[in-house]
Every structure is written in C-alpha cells, then in structure tokens.
C-alpha cells in the first residue's frame, strides 16, 4: 500500500467513525425526546404513552432507557387501573441493576410504593419507601431532592387516608404544608394533591364544611392548570360527587359523578368507574330511583368482579416475580444450594406477600365483623342502639328541650312499631306523622342515634329482618327476594347493598353464617 493510500484509508475511516458517533448521539437524543414525550402523556393519554414507552423498550439497547421505559409502562399502567401490567414492568429483573442512575433508582421504589398501597400491601410499600429515603440522603440539596422528599410525605398521607386514619393524616398534611411552604407556592400539581387529600381526610371525618372548601381549591388549580391531567380530574370530580352525596345534593352529585366517568373512560380506568358506578348506585338510592340505582349497581358489581380478579392476578405475579429474582440470586451466591431450600425461600416470600394481602385487604370486613357480633348482641337484648363510633359531629340546630323529648318519644315507640317496613316512608312523611318539621326529626335522629334518616330506617329494616332470621327458622328457607320485600325494600338488589352495608356481609353469607351455628348446635346437643 502507498503512503498516499494509507492516508487515504485513515481519512475515510476518520469519516466513518465521526459518521457512527453523530448517529449514535442523534439516536440517543431522539429516544430521550420520546421518552420526555411519553412523559407529558401519561396522564392525558396514557395509551399513546404506552405505545412510546413499548417502542422504546422494544428497540432500546441502553439500560438506562430500558428502565425508563419500564418505569413508564407501569406509571401510565397505574392511571389505566391494570395493577398486574404494573407489577410486570416495575419488578422487572432490568430494574435491579445497580449501573442505573439513583435518580431512576428513586423513582422505580417511590412507584413501587405506590403499587403495593393500592394492592393493599402496606408493610411491603414501606419498605421500598425505606429504600429510596436511604438513596435520597446520598444525594445534594436540589429542587429533584425537595420534589422527591414531598412525595415520600405524599404517600404516607395517602395511605393513612386509604386506611382511614384521617385525624393522622390530617396532622401529616399540616406539617407537610408547613415544611414545603416554598416548595408547594411554585409547584401547584402537587399541591393540588395535597388539597385533594386533605379533602378526602375531611370527608372520612364527615367534616364537609371542611372538605367542601379543599374541593373547590383544587378544581380552581386543575382548571387553571395549561396540562391536561385527566387522571387527577377524574379523581377530584369523583371526589366532589361524593362529598356532595354525603350532603344529600343528589342532582350535583349525579353531575359531577358523570363528569369523573367521561374523565375515567377516557382513560380506561376500571377502577375508577367501578367507585363512580358504586356512588351513582348509592345516589339513586337514596333519592328513590329505583330502576336506575339497579342499572348502576350492576355495573359497579360486574366492575368489582373484574377488579378483584386483576388486584389478585397482580399479587400473585408480583410473588412469582419475587420467587424468581430470589431464586436466581440464590444460585449466583450459591450453586450448591439444594432446591428444597429454594422452594423454602420461595414459600416464605408467597406467605409474606399474598398473607399481608389477604390480611391488610381484610381489614375493613374484619371490622365489619365486629359490628355484627354488636348487632347480634343487640338483638338478644331487644335494642337497636349500635356501639357509638367517634367521629365529628355536624353542626345541630337549637331544638327547644320540650319538642326535642316529644320526638324522641315518638321515635322510641316508631321503633317498636313496623311502621319503618313502610316502602313509601321518608322524613317528609315521618315529620307529618309527629306533628313536626324535617329539620327537627332529623335533628334528633342525628343527635341521639347519631345517623340520618335513612341509615337510621335501615338499621332498624335489617334489624328486624335478622331478628326475624335468628329465631323463626322459616326465614332462612325463604328468597332473598322475599325477605327484601318483607323488610320493605322494593328491589332484592337495593336490600342487599344496604344489608352487606350495614353489616358487612351478603344476606346470602349471613343466611349461610346462621344455618351453620344452628348444624353446630344441633351436633352438641345431640352428642
């Protein structure tokens, strides 16, 4: 080769590495732009996001963008509601690469928090919670630090709301606000997050004076906000529906409800709608719309069904996955290892996750269980008082002492009556009937049974119909429809969601609970 051609060769190969650096970089830059693109999208569109952040995935051979995309998949996966496709790509075995940048490494354990709070694994949330603080202290003081610091807080305040410790997670809130004064002035998503728990933590209190006033701050800040964020506008009108069903304001509440599901079917969040259809039901019950209280009841349960089965599909992925990461780094330590103990590993991890599951998931029917031992106590005492539950108290109107001991007369001999069986009794007609106002009556119910009107006709409904159930063995043997029109309901599907309400259980599953005490006491007497 001539000295000519050598400089030649070396000139083009000069070329063909500047050639291959600049479409490398140009590659790069153009994944980060549609990783920053998908991004944007997650809340308005989670779908176009998914497909993005799939590409990506698909065609990436960076770790970094890997992980980012898998971080992704499960954010926008957590909007859509499909906890399992989550679980999928946040524990998937790429994220535990060490290589990756803490930034990412902090994210990927925040987002599994919050994964396991929704799937009712809390002791587990906590511990990937633990986790990022540990990576978080390794890093300098910047606005990412104080942003990452405040979702932390963020989501132990949410769980405390979820878990219904609200008066916790009101002190939680205040002192949140207060820490991150400055920082909650220049970022108004999370403050409009921050607002809308402090609404729900209000709302569980029957505060709704309270709450009210935190749902309008942040319908203020959604709808002055330049990004569209579906997901959280579906959250707060849900939220507003609620609230205003709480306050007996059916029309508005209807409203709002339907505006959270056009938002939630946008997005196509199961979940969400299956909370939306659930209060729409509650709403037309209450106001008396039979027919449309039954078309919304069973689409909630259809979408109860379909929930349940995925929260289940996502724990026992999320324990499989579990297994074999432990599994495998089992056999990098040791290759020695027999299988015996890899399967005790294994078992001990699927006890774990799936008993904390069962467990945490439980906790409300547990305490409804509570309640029914009080109802079935009540009932062999012959009074209808449940145990006082502490909450806060509405403002009471000034009832003059002479009116207030006439009603609560004639409610006590209302209670002994069957006049409550009456389909077409309401507190108007009740008011009529005791020579007084709404107002009144209500006031006195309020203040003396602590309920409304309605919790208070249904508790004594389900209480006569369990009386009738635990001592005339007839009842057992009769249909729900039966004992839905005995017990003055017009529907059997209105009779069974105030009696599981009530007492936490279909009237089915209590039938069954009462026919087993009678086989077992039949088999000691005999014995």
């Known amino acids: 080769m001539t000295h000519k051609d050598s400089r030649c060769y070396k000139y083009i190969r000069s070329i063909s590495l500047w050639v291959s650096l600049t479409l490398a970089c ?12 998908a991004q944007e999208l997650v809340y308005s569109n989670p779908d176009e996001s998914l497909k ?40 998937d075995k790429n994220n535990l690469s060490e290589s990756i940048s803490v930034n990412i490494q902090i994210e990927l354990n925040l987002l599994k928090a919050q994964l396991l709070r929704l799937i009712y694994l809390d002791k587990q949330a906590q511990y990937f919670i633990e986790k990022g603080e540990k990576l978080l202290k390794k890093m300098p003081q910047s606005a990412y630090k104080d942003l990452t610091q405040y979702l932390i807080k963020l989501e132990e305040i949410n769980t405390n709301i979820e878990r219904r410790n609200s008066e916790k997670a009101i002190t939680l809130i205040e002192n949140t606000e207060s820490e991150f004064r400055a920082f909650l002035k220049t970022n108004s998503t999370e403050k409009r997050a921050i607002l809308l728990a402090k609404e729900r933590a209000y709302n569980n209190l029957s505060n709704y004076d309270s709450a009210e006033v935190y749902i309008e701050k942040t319908l203020n800040l959604i709808n002055a906000s330049q990004i569209n964020n579906l997901y959280q506008k579906a959250l707060i009108y849900k939220e507003l529906g609620y609230l205003q069903l709480q306050k007996k304001e059916f029309s508005k509440s209807e409203e709002s409800l339907f505006i959270a599901s056009r938002y939630a079917e946008i ?25 449309k209280h039954k078309v919304f009841n069973d689409k909630y349960l259809t979408l109860n069904t ?23 780094d089992l056999i990098d330590e040791r290759q020695t290892h027999s299988n015996y103990l890899y399967l005790l590993v294994a078992g001990f991890i699927g006890a774990l996750f799936i008993g904390g599951y069962v467990v945490l998931k439980g906790e409300a029917r547990k305490k409804r269980h509570k309640e029914i031992i009080n109802y079935l106590e009540v009932i062999r005492n012959s009074d209808i008082k449940t145990k006082p539950i502490k909450k806060a108290k509405p403002k009471r109107i000034a009832i003059p002492e002479e009116t207030e001991q006439l009603i609560l007369s004639k409610l006590k001999r209302f209670e002994t009556s069957k006049k409550f069986l009456n389909k077409d009794i309401s507190l108007a007609v009740l008011a009529g009937q005791f020579d007084t106002n709404t107002k009144y009556l209500s006031g006195v119910i309020n203040k003396h049974y602590d309920d409304n009107f309605n919790t208070f006709i249904n508790k004594l409904r389900v209480n006569y119909i369990i009386d009738k159930l635990k001592n ?11 004992l839905a029109e005995e017990s003055g309901y017009s529907s059997h599907s209105s009779f069974a969601t105030v009696f599981k309400s009530i007492i936490g259980m279909s009237p089915v599953t209590f039938i069954k609970m009462i026919q087993k005490e009678r086989d077992q006491l039949k088999k000691k007497t005999t014995s």
């Open 306 to 328: 379909e929930v349940e089965r995925t929260e289940q599909l996502a724990v026992n992925t999320l324990y499989t996955m579990l297994s074999n990461q432990e599994e495998d």
């Open 472 to 482: 005339d063995s007839n009842y057992i043997n009769y249909k729900i429809s039966f």
């Open 267 to 291: 997005i196509d969040n199961p979940i969400l709608l299956m909370e939306i259809n659930r209060d729409l039901s509650i709403n037309y019950l209450a106001s008396g719309q039979n027919i």
């Open 26 to 37: 140009f590659s790069y830059s153009q994944e980060n732009d549609l990783i920053t693109k």
């Open 52 to 91: 993005i952040a799939e590409h990506l995935l698909n065609t990436s051979q960076d770790l970094e963008q890997i992980v980012a995309s898998n971080l992704l998949i499960a954010r926008a996966q957590i909007v859509k509601g499909d906890y399992h496709e989550s679980v999928i790509h946040a524990f």
